[in-house]
């Protein structure tokens, strides 16, 4: 075991962003960027048929590296390396992203996360975010529910801060809030209102107990809550 670089990508600073406004800046700053000396190549491809996503920072793919850093494969599981090595010694990350017309790479989940409804990639760190912009929201967290018609909608688990009034703070009012921050198939279809999610020890929100939480409510009683 030795040590190896870490970062693949990075947010190089342009100087002719300095003449922009601060929120659009930080907008360019939060961009993962652009891969680093280390690494032979960085793209963004669709992750069926390995083919680069356009360049328009909308369209959804997942992150491929190669490069001299990157993994020869698992250590004894054959299985598990045939699946994230693939196209010629690219590595899929996993991570879902897309890439500007600048070439700059730009995160937006996990694909085991991503919500795919009617077709669109719905970004469960987006809606989350939108969530959370809610003054009365505490914790936020989005997964995706079984449609017979859409395949997946989104649906929402939250919390409420302390002092938050749910005669208020309805599922109506939430959902509102989210049309006027988000795409309409990005809003989430239902909201679940709990009085805590269940986290890890290190206080990561565990998606997939909500999603079992999910499924048990359909598939036993026919309902979400």
């Known amino acids: 075991m030795t040590e190896m670089l870490g970062v693949v990508v990075s947010c190089s600073w342009k100087k002719e962003w300095n003449r922009f406004p ?48 990157v993994m020869l494969g698992y250590l004894k599981n054959s ?11 690219w590595f899929y990350t996993g991570d879902m992203a ?6 700059y790479l730009e995160i937006k989940d996990r694909s085991k996360d991503v919500i795919i409804s009617g077709g669109e990639n719905v970004s469960s760190v987006e809606v989350e975010s939108a969530l959370y912009s809610h003054p009365a929201v505490d914790e936020a967290a989005e997964v995706a529910c079984p449609d017979e018609y859409w395949g997946e909608t989104p649906l929402a688990f939250v919390t409420l801060k302390k002092g938050a009034v749910r ?4 599922e109506k009012e939430i ?48 309902c979400l809550y």
């Open 98 to 103: 897309v890439m500007h017309p600048d070439g």
């Open 167 to 170: 005669v208020t703070v309805t």
């Open 79 to 89: 299985t598990a390396t045939a699946k994230c090595i693939r196209d010629g010694g």
């Open 175 to 222: 959902l509102e809030y989210c049309r006027e921050k988000l795409a309409h198939f990005m809003v989430p279809k239902v909201v679940v209102f709990r009085d805590k999610l269940p986290k890890t020890s290190t206080g990561k929100i565990q998606k997939f107990t909500l999603k079992e939480i999910v499924r048990i409510c359909l598939v036993v009683f026919d």
């Open 22 to 69: 601060a929120t659009e800046r930080a907008r360019l700053k939060s961009r993962q960027g652009v891969r680093t000396a280390a690494m032979t190549e960085v793209d963004v491809v669709d992750p069926n048929s390995g083919v680069s996503v356009k360049r328009d920072g909308l369209t959804m793919g997942e992150i491929v590296l190669k490069g001299s850093c």
